[in-house]
């Protein structure tokens, strides 16, 4: 069974940058996306971005668009996340995510569609 490893969160001050990464424990491993989501505490998990390996599409949540930046290296299996312009709003878990189909539909926003889960990764942002 495949795992999600991620890494580079931190303590950063507002405004600041941080850079996620996500690997496959397995070589083999395929998906068609991956992505990222973050959970505050008492709060739902909230898409952030996505990406998918065929056609390099990126997809961002309205808080993030125009600050995050979603990458991917698929002969790594590995994607990134560089967050730019950081507030203490973005302070959270931030999680990784596996998509091994499209099905008939997408939804790439919700987290039911995704198959594998990293075990997340903290960002704190101070003011």
């Known amino acids: 069974q495949v795992q999600l490893v991620e890494s580079g969160g931190g303590l950063v001050q507002a405004g600041g940058s941080l850079r996620l990464s996500c690997a496959a424990s397995?070589?083999?491993?395929?998906?068609?996306?991956m992505g990222w989501f973050r959970q505050a505490p008492g709060k739902e998990r909230e898409f952030v971005a996505a990406?998918?390996?065929?056609?390099?599409?990126?997809f961002y949540g309205d808080s993030e668009k125009g600050r995050f930046i979603i990458s991917g290296d698929k002969a790594k299996n590995t994607v990134y996340l560089r967050m730019n312009s950081l507030k203490p709003e973005d302070t959270a878990v931030y999680y990784c995510?596996?998509?091994?189909?499209?099905?008939?539909?997408?939804?790439?926003?919700?987290?039911?569609?995704?198959?594998?889960w990293g075990q997340g990764t903290q960002v704190t942002v101070s003011s």
């Open positions: 397995e070589r083999t491993f395929s998906s068609v996306a």
């Open positions: 995510a596996a998509d091994k189909t499209f099905g008939s539909s997408w939804f790439p926003s919700s987290v039911a569609e995704y198959d594998y």
């Open positions: 990406i998918t390996w065929n056609g390099g599409n990126t």
